[in-house]
């Protein structure tokens, strides 16, 4: 499976970002899908992630209330809004893909990678 990552941006704090997340290839809609994020000079952390199957939801306590992830399964497509942006929000982006998994929150547990989106908040 294919994922390409899309809507990163450069904003202020307090402002709103929606990340996509567009799945093709055999199968795509059969996949748990996941966000991670990296920040300079930090490891690729956990923000979210869904389940393949009843859509379960999980979360990063650090973006709890503030992110959610959804999927449309017409379009193959993740998204994760993201409201309420802080600076240290700022981290390239990434989401993967788990075949029939049920939303790990670890990066090892995921086999496709896209290539990130850029978020920048600024203070």
């Known amino acids: 499976v294919q994922l390409q990552a899309s809507g990163g941006g450069l904003v202020q704090a307090g402002d709103s970002l929606r990340l996509s997340c567009a799945a093709s290839g055999r199968a795509s809609s059969s996949y748990a899908m996941g966000w991670f994020r990296q920040a300079p000079g930090k490891e690729r952390e956990f923000v979210a992630a869904?389940?393949?199957?009843?859509?379960?939801?999980y979360y990063a306590d650090s973006v709890k209330g503030r992110f959610t992830i959804s999927r449309d399964s017409t379009k193959n497509t993740v998204y994760l809004q993201m409201n309420s942006l802080k600076p240290e929000d700022t981290a390239v982006y990434y989401c993967a893909a788990d075949y029939r998994g049920l939303g790990k929150t670890y990066s090892f547990g995921y086999e496709y990678w896209g290539q990130g989106t850029q978020v920048t908040v600024s203070s």
């Open positions: 869904i389940s393949w199957n009843v859509g379960n939801t």
